[in-house]
């Protein structure tokens, strides 16, 4: 009984510490460093699953449908490329990582008893994340792709005039 309370302790963990980070994004004060220690929760929450729940089996892993193995372990995959990858894709890494992960953790809370008592706190999660990852893709990530395009610049953007050589 006590491996399931650390199984899905480090779980509520690693997504508080995803949702931390996607306000950090938001905020525009995130760091690859900073998905480290969400990335090993995250693995270790991962490792103790396939161990305990679904003894190494595949079939074990799917019984419940492929919908929720995909959204798991995509999810995953997200979370422990952001410490690694560049700056800007380390970003948009925790983004999609969070939206994947409140997928699945939502849908979790919602279907299985054994994470019921986690409702609470994983729909705070969401509130905070998605109104963060809202912010980040209306509020500053809207200049960001203005200025990267070239819209502000001048003789820069879509105008099609050239300058003469003289």
Known sequence: MYIQTITFLAAITGYAGLTANMVLVAANRHRRAYMTPVALIVFAHV?????FRYEWEIAQA???GYAGFFIFHTALLGILYAPLAGNRDARRLVAFSFLVAAMGASGAVLRYDEVAVYRLPVFLCDLVGLGAFAHWTYGPAKAYLKRISGRNRPGGGRSGRRRSGV
């Open 47 to 51: 490792l103790l699953v396939w161990h």
């Open 62 to 64: 799917t019984r419940n």
